[in-house]
């Protein structure tokens, strides 16, 4: 494609699987159009959590399937079918819990009127919500890497938070359940006395495919966009009051392992960097 460059879709061909992968992201978004929108039954109940849990849920079989290379088997590039599913229901998860939470935003007028009043509403509510919300991350993470190349670090990043989503909610409203009551001994063996490691370990994930994007540009698959905004959800990170500390903490972390090389560069690009990336609080 002649725009592979700036927005590379999927896979690099234009094939008919290729264009399946490219937009198949777009049928998760209908869906949650369709239940945010519609008119519910007069005895049907919305629970915004099973809702949740259900998403991520998707999220952690479509990781798993993701690094199995069935593509060897089948010759259909699963990896980027699942890559696109791990990324269309954290939106879609991560949306519905910020619209139960917070509700949508209270847009005055019509849709042709007050147009300035409108954009001043939403970037207030978009404010407020990237300030409280923990999901509001994970949505603009999605929403950069929708129309990219499949990444691993990505999957891993949304990976261990949906692992972590599902057995909080397991635990708490399907304590009975055969397959849960199968793997929670496995969880508290494995997984839970290594929480703080592994969200420690993917903090620095994130900074780390960062500069991972960086060194892409120098490749024939650059993808320059998604690293400019790639960089501002780094950014993002340092700026919002929840995640703050820990992202300080992966800086931190990723600045001792790399020794000597960020002396490699002038202290006044340094400079400039850091009070971009880190102004004034």
């Known amino acids: 494609l002649k725009c592979q460059w700036l927005f590379p879709c999927a896979t690099p061909d234009d094939?008919?699987?290729?264009?399946?992968?490219?937009?198949?992201?777009?049928?998760?978004?209908?869906?949650?159009?369709?239940r945010r929108f519609r008119k519910p039954a007069a005895n049907e109940v919305s629970d915004p959590a099973r809702n949740v849990f259900m998403s991520n849920l998707t999220v952690v079989v479509a990781s798993i399937v993701y690094v199995i290379p069935l593509e060897l088997v089948?010759?259909?590039?699963?990896?980027?079918?699942?890559?696109?599913?791990?990324?269309?229901?954290?939106?879609?998860?991560?949306?519905?819990?910020?619209?139960a939470n917070y509700g949508a935003p209270q847009l005055p007028g019509g849709w042709r009127k007050d147009f300035k009043l409108k954009l001043q509403v939403l970037?207030?509510?978009?404010?407020?919500?990237?300030?409280?919300?923990?999901?509001?991350?994970?949505?603009?993470?999605?929403?950069?890497?929708?129309?990219?190349?499949?990444?691993?670090?990505?999957?891993?990043i949304i990976f261990r938070r949906a692992v972590l989503s599902c057995n909080a909610y397991a635990a708490k409203n399907l304590p009975g359940n055969r397959i849960y009551a199968r793997i929670k001994p496995m969880y508290d063996k494995h997984v839970k006395p290594r929480?703080?490691?592994?969200?420690?370990?993917?903090?620095?994930?994130?900074?780390?495919?960062?500069?991972?994007?960086?060194?892409?540009?120098?490749?024939p698959t650059r993808q320059i966009l998604t690293t400019v905004l790639y960089w501002h959800f780094l950014k993002l990170r340092l700026s919002m009051q929840r995640s703050y500390p820990d992202a300080v903490a992966a800086w931190k972390t990723v600045e001792a392992k790399a020794g000597p090389i960020p002396r490699l560069i002038p202290a006044f690009i340094m400079d400039r960097i850091k009070g971009w990336m880190n102004p004034p609080r």
């Open 15 to 34: 094939t008919r699987s290729g264009r399946l992968v490219m937009w198949w992201w777009l049928l998760p978004v209908a869906v949650l159009v369709y």
């Open 74 to 99: 089948i010759g259909f590039p699963v990896s980027n079918l699942m890559f696109t599913m791990v990324l269309a229901s954290t939106l879609m998860g991560s949306g519905s819990s910020i619209l």
């Open 195 to 219: 929480e703080a490691q592994w969200k420690q370990m993917c903090n620095v994930l994130e900074i780390v495919l960062g500069f991972q994007l960086i060194v892409g540009i120098l490749l």
């Open 123 to 156: 970037a207030q509510w978009l404010a407020m919500v990237a300030d409280k919300s923990p999901d509001f991350a994970y949505v603009f993470l999605c929403g950069v890497f929708l129309p990219a190349a499949p990444n691993l670090l990505v999957v891993v």
